[in-house]
């Protein structure tokens, strides 16, 4: 078999067969197949599509290019939670020591940033001296000792996608349904799941920009859940506006710990409160969603979700005088507010604009290997259907220099809409799906 071969047979719209799958994905991880092969054929990808068949073909070829997990030894079963990707979406960092806290543990391998959407990995290298690099032994062991532990992507478990996923942030080729439901399943199934929470977001801030795409995304990875033999739940929620207040790595640390204390944005906590809630339920700690919420609400409370994530973020070496003075994480140099020109109602925060201008900003990546400031990004103070007086701060931009922070500027100036009649505050949980 040669991969030329069977890029031009996808370009040409042809259905791929596991073998001719296998051989690729193999081959890419192995690199005999190089970067600029698996760009090309990744595009074809999007622009041909994939059969239903071909895209579970692709996420156990994937799933199966570094070991499985058996967590079997360490809990009955263990719950992970997965999100689509999205504009200030920092729900991992909220919701993993919630859900530990109640005694579910949380094994969770996320990612880097990817297109204009962050990553949970670049989140928390913004933590000195955090390690994600974890061996199998140390997730697990950590996993035994803790109850949660969130590593990258190792040569161990579903390398192939840690690869193809750092070549589609930086090659267009991130919106697709089946690249994008293989990239999140294989992780799950290689990280040991019995039961999966899929965050899928629908809106402007998101890969999927309505309601149907997201549907379409979440039925495809329930599916492939299923065939794996997984119990898998899909909660969309809305990423018309950034999710929270904060947006760029280390603005998005504090937004957390700052909710794990209690100030959380209502909107945030609504999501996290969700997510959780789910997971509890799939977990099988609780019986309904409202006794999910009780005990989320309670250890959320009592500061125990707080002291979770501590252990946490000392158990992979991070810098514990970070996490209880979060002014200590990194700083821009320059910090500006803007404010409102007039009074009125917020119309709009475009989730899509404000998330490539943070990657412009430095927040993500151009190119593979490009190093990605943790300090710069937005906070805005607003959400749509908010009244404002004149004056009133819409946004604070972090940058690093002038330049971009006049950029920054132009295009939060256009990103914020005002109204001068009243606007409905928009919906946050759009579906749930668990079948
Ligand atoms: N998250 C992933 O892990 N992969 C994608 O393709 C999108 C979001």
Same mark, same amino acid.
């Given at each position: ?204 801030? *998101?890969?999927?920009?309505? /309601? $149907?795409?997201? %549907?379409?995304? #979440?039925?495809? &990875?329930?599916?492939? =859940? ?37 100030? *959380?944005?209502?909107?945030? /906590? $609504?999501?996290? %409160?969700?997510? #959780?809630?789910? &997971?509890?339920?799939? =977990? ?152």
């Amino acid at each position: 078999m040669r991969a030329v071969d069977i890029i031009i047979k996808k370009r040409d719209g042809g259905e791929l067969t596991s073998e001719e799958i296998t051989f690729f994905v193999q081959g890419y991880t192995s690199e005999s197949i190089p970067d600029y092969q698996a760009a090309a054929w990744a595009m074809a990808v999007v622009i041909r599509g994939m059969s239903m068949r071909e895209t579970t073909a692709l996420t156990l070829a994937m799933a199966h290019s570094g070991q499985i997990l058996d967590l079997s030894d360490i809990a009955r079963r263990v719950v992970d939670k997965h999100s689509t990707g999205g504009v200030g979406d920092k729900t991992t960092l909220v919701v993993g020591p919630l859900v530990a806290a109640c005694g579910l543990p949380v094994g969770k391998m996320s990612g880097r940033g990817l297109g204009f959407s962050g990553g949970t990995i670049d989140k928390l290298e913004s933590i000195p001296g955090l390690r994600v690099d974890l061996t199998l032994a140390e997730f697990k062991s950590q996993l035994r000792r803790v109850g949660l532990v969130v590593a990258g992507q190792t040569s161990d478990l579903a390398p192939a996608d840690g690869k193809l996923y750092a070549l589609r942030d930086i090659t267009g080729t991130v919106e697709n349904i089946p690249l994008i439901a293989s990239s999140i399943m294989s992780k799950k199934i290689a990280g040991g799941a019995d039961a999966i929470v899929l965050d899928v977001k629908a809106g402007s801030g *998101a890969f999927m920009k309505t /309601l $149907e795409e997201a %549907l379409a995304l #979440a039925n495809t &990875m329930i599916d492939i =859940g299923r065939d794996a033999g997984r119990d898998v739940a899909a909660v969309i929620s809305s990423m018309e506006q950034p999710l929270g207040y904060a947006i760029g790595n280390a603005l998005e640390v504090k937004e957390a710990i700052l909710s794990l204390q209690g100030q *959380a944005p209502p909107d945030f /906590l $609504e999501h996290c %409160l969700t997510i #959780a809630g789910y &997971m509890l339920l799939l =977990g099988g700690k609780v019986v309904n969603l409202a006794d999910a919420r009780r005990l989320l609400e309670q250890v959320l409370s009592q500061g125990k979700a707080f002291e979770k994530f501590r252990e946490f973020i000392a158990a992979q070496h991070g810098n514990l005088e970070v996490i209880d003075h979060p002014d200590k994480l990194p700083q821009a140099r320059f910090v500006k507010t803007l404010t409102a020109p007039q009074g009125g109602y917020i119309a709009g925060v475009h989730a899509l604009d404000l998330g490539w201008a943070a990657v412009r900003l430095g927040a993500g990546r151009n190119k593979k290997d490009d190093r990605i400031n943790h300090a710069v990004g937005f906070v805005i103070h607003a959400k749509v259907g908010d009244k404002v007086v004149e004056d009133q701060p819409l946004v604070t931009i972090h940058a690093d220099d002038e330049f971009h922070l006049e950029e920054a500027g132009e295009t939060c100036r256009k990103a914020i809409r005002l109204s001068l009649t009243p606007v409905s505050p928009l919906p946050l949980i759009l579906q749930t799906l668990h079948g």
